[in-house]
């Protein structure tokens, strides 16, 4: 995730093309009879850090399933979500099973281009599923994935340079702000890279300031009150005060690599951007200590950070339908959750991999999985994935456009309420 949330074009006339998806979208059909056979085409939407591990376990289930030739396609995550839309909606090109970020489930179920997975074979053991992990898999009533991996943001620090600076791990975004200046005067770094190209990003302001998005079950929109004024304004005044540095895009690709070579002392960040932190000079082998990981900075109001993750769907119009499903479930099997814990420290969706002994002493682990607990629910809506537009738009004017944070909130709740024609 990454990973980022992505800008994602709205396709007009797009659920029309839906229709024709193919078999298993009524379930009266739903392939957990046929043959574990054929070629499975996975989209995989990892990070480069972790693309290496996954493409090694898609082989390794074709050493169980000989039968089985699983075509393994690197998607680039800010492409993806379009790109599927496209090649579902136009009946060619569609993968078998996809790494689907969770926002996404509800969006192309809803335009009928995942096939249900209740009672099929990809539904393995659904109660050792992480309740959080599991509901964003549900829309309708259905299930139409099954969970991956789990996640949350956290503050990536180096202890090195807080050290030489003579500051502690801020609790808050107001003390972060206090000790940049110490911090740069005495390290020559900045204290904060702040992502301002993903709206994923905004999330733990807003909670920060005891905001939402919307309130789905009085379908009103909330983004456009105090709290998401107030969550701009902070990110604004990071930035203005050099506390923080920022991009209008590739925030990604600029965060990590100012954050492994020591130009900033913290970033806020996820479990997915472990093993590319440690790649940097600043956390490489004998220094891999000296990263450290801490809870999101609390706002003036708050505290939280939203629930991530990825899912693994299987498209409507699959050919090989069995073998998808067979698929599904290895790649979300506690089997392979602990692997990728170890490997890249991501975090398990399977209440029992959390009991083996080298999970439970994975550091990362340690703290990411109170902090998912704790993480603040998306709102699983069809359109949820595509809130995430405007907000872009609302930080981009914001931190680079000159616009203040009533007016750019002002916008985005407007633009929400042009996607969700039915809220207040």
Known sequence: MRRGIGATALVAGLALAATACGSGSDGADNGANGKIEGTVTYWDTSNDGEKGTYKKIAEDFEKKHPKVNVKYVHVNFGDANQKFKNAAGGNSGAPDVMRTEVAWVADFANLGYLAPLDGTPALDNESDYLKTAAGSTRFKGKTYAVPQVTDTLGLFYNKRLLKK???????????????????????????????????????????????????????????????????????????????????????????????????????????????????????????????????VPAGSKAQGSPQGGWNLSVYAGSKHMRAAQEFAKYMSSAEVQARTTKELSLLPTRKSVYERDAVRRNEMVKFFRPAVEKAVQRPWIAEGNSLFEPIRVGVDGVLAGGKSPKEAAGKTGAEFRKLLKDYK
Do not use: C, H
Not at 166 to 184: Q, R
Not at 209 to 220: C, M, Q, T, V
Not at 244 to 260: L, P, Y
Not at 262 to 286: N, Q, S, T
């Open 165 to 295: 600076a003579g500051v502690e791990v801020p609790t808050s975004f107001a003390d972060l702000k206090k000790n940049a200046k110490k911090i740069k005067d005495k390290t020559g770094a900045t204290a904060l890279y702040l992502r301002g190209d993903d709206p994923y990003w905004f999330l733990p302001y807003l909670y920060g300031e005891g905001g939402d998005l919307i309130d789905a079950k009085r379908k009103k929109v909330t983004v456009d009150q105090k709290p998401g004024v107030r969550a701009l304004a902070t990110m604004k005044d990071l930035v203005d005060s050099k506390a923080a540095v920022t991009d209008s895009s590739d925030g990604q690709e600029n965060g990590i690599k100012a954050f492994q070579d020591g130009k900033v002392a913290m970033i806020v960040d996820g479990p997915w951007d472990i093993a590319l932190a440690r790649e940097g000079k600043e956390f490489k082998g004998a220094k891999a200590d000296n990263l450290g990981v801490a809870p």
